[in-house]
């Protein structure tokens, strides 16, 4: 099955720093890639995905980019603000065998400092 | 409005009794999901349902039985309640495989 590594655990930004966290990823045929933000008390949210068609993805401040030749993909979040604090997790889904299941990170704990 | 809806927020309860978490979505997905995370944050599936046929059981002690009366409705009944069965338990829907899935607000279950 799918394999999906996230790093880091913890990244501690200043407000209008950018952000990085990366993801590797085992299952070749994975085709979609989402990013999920998940504040105190609440569900994941999705924030941002892409597909393997394209190389990279923009919305606003967030980008994803995907290397599925190397089989990583990282997201970047660029003029940080305090609101951005939250775990954020990667996830990518398994092909054939488990329809619709997808493998998430192990989450990237992002402070922002004001 | 909620999308995804679950009830109850909070559940503490002792070991050993038997307890019921609700789900419904009203965003008319066809695919539902449960997921449990731990205390570490790790977010791990356990239950899927493709309209009202469950299509994904990771391995998960036969004391968690999910039920899907309509594609609307996942709900996750658990027996026998252990301390280790202590998490945050979220459900979550999407139109199908590869698609996005939309999460509730999770039930945080509580085990004394």
């Known amino acids: 099955g799918e394999n999906v590594e996230q790093h880091p655990s913890t990244l501690s930004v200043q407000e209008g720093d950018s952000a990085v966290i990366k993801c590797t990823y085992s299952d070749s045929a994975s085709n979609y890639f989402p990013w999920y933000k998940q504040e105190l008390g609440k569900g994941p949210q999705l924030i941002i995905d892409?597909?393997?068609?394209?190389g990279e993805k923009k919305d606003q401040r967030i980008a994803v980019t995907l290397n599925k030749t190397a089989k990583h993909f990282s997201l970047h979040i660029t003029e940080t603000q305090p609101e951005d604090s939250a775990v954020y997790f990667c996830?990518?889904?398994?092909?054939?065998?488990?329809?619709?299941?997808?493998?998430f990170g192990q989450g990237t704990i992002l402070t922002v400092h004001p | 409005d909620t999308a995804v809806s679950q009830t109850p927020k909070y559940l503490v309860t002792q070991m050993g009794n038997d307890k019921s978490i609700k789900c419904e979505q009203n965003?008319?997905?066809?695919?539902m999901y449960w997921y449990k995370q731990d205390s570490k944050k790790f977010l791990k599936i356990m239950f899927s349902?493709?309209?009202?046929?469950?299509?994904i059981n990771e391995t998960v002690p036969n004391r968690f039985s999910p039920k899907s009366p309509d594609k609307a409705h996942l709900n996750l009944h658990i027996n026998s309640l252990e301390l280790g069965d202590s998490a945050v338990y979220f459900c979550?829907?999407?139109?199908?495989?590869?698609?996005?899935?939309?999460f509730g607000d999770g039930t945080r279950l509580s085990i004394l």
């Open positions: 349902y493709n309209n009202k046929e469950l299509i």
């Open positions: 892409i597909r393997s068609n394209v």
């Open positions: 996830a990518a889904p398994s092909i054939g065998t488990s329809y619709g299941k997808l493998t």
């Open positions: 979550a829907s999407s139109t199908g495989s590869s698609q996005p899935q939309h």
């Open positions: 965003l008319g997905h066809d695919t």
